[in-house]
């Protein structure tokens, strides 16, 4: 439902569908070096409809994103692509299949992320991609063996440690990950000892933020409320809650009401079972030691 003003109606709540294709327009539009008011001027419509379209909050046709589209030079396969786009712009939530191209992968993600208030995951077999280091990702997307290429390991490396600079953006968005066990005992790397200690020393670092709390879930809980996988749940001033999941070949957006519950409640969950900030920073610590020990052995055992 929305409202009326003037002509235009106004979304409460506007989709992630209408969102993406909102900020598709926009990238197009600044790529063309136009403001909202050349495109308006363009198509005869007000600057204020045109500014509601790419914010996802106004209804769009098929008819008006082509005009659109028109006027800011797209064809081809983009301008198909966004056309197929607007057939499902209303529905609730959204499944986006990876193709060759890391922007698109990650577009929606990073749109959301960088207009969050509160974000909240749970981790089991690896470091949440925001907490990773540089040596940690490129171990990981090395190993995991989808990229091959050297070029397209550097550019993923890239887009994840680029992401990463929302920790300490302004204002400060509260960020809470639920991290098991397994993920920080997990050799990563040829030279896994090194690299672990160095991913658990920025966990460390990190932890001292005052908008980032690490919460650490230990084996001895056993079954825990997240058994399901990892999953990320998305809270903006913007928009309503968003869960974020992501798969070998696609990522997958959820803001139904009773999907975005069920993920609360697993939170509600995790905080339960999980150790405290205090003991989480102990325990990781102490694994640092350990694998630091236990790597300065095999060192000197290599060199003897």
Known sequence: MGWLYGRLVIKDKPTIRSR?????????????????RQVAKQLGMSAVWVSYVMHGRSPVSKVEVARVL??????GEEYDELMDFCDDVAKPGLLEKYDSRLPTQLRTLIWHEERATAISQF????????????????????????????????ERVFARMSRQVILTQEPLIKFEFFIHEFALRLPIGRDNW??????????????????????????????????????????????????????????LFLEEENEIKAYQRVLR???????SEAQS???IAKLAVELYSVGAQQNVGHLA
Do not use: W
């Open 194 to 251: 090194t690299v672990m200690r160095g991913q658990l020393g920025d966990l460390l670092r990190l932890s001292n933020h005052s908008n980032v709390a690490i919460r650490v879930v230990l084996a001895d809980v056993g079954a825990h409320p997240a058994m399901a996988g990892h999953f990320q749940l998305i809270e903006s001033a913007e928009f309503n809650p968003v869960v974020y999941m992501d798969s070998e070949v696609s990522s």
């Open 20 to 36: 993406q294709l909102g900020a598709r327009l926009e990238l197009l539009m600044k790529a063309k070096q136009l403001s909202m």
């Open 281 to 283: 920073r102990e325990f």
């Open 269 to 275: 969950g995790l905080d339960g079972v999980a150790l």
């Open 123 to 154: 981790h089991g077999c690896s470091i949440p991609g925001l907490l990773q280091t540089a040596d940690y990702a490129r171990s990981l997307i090395t190993e995991i063996g989808n990229a091959k290429k050297l070029d397209v390991i550097d």
């Open 70 to 75: 028109t006027v800011l030079g797209v064809v």
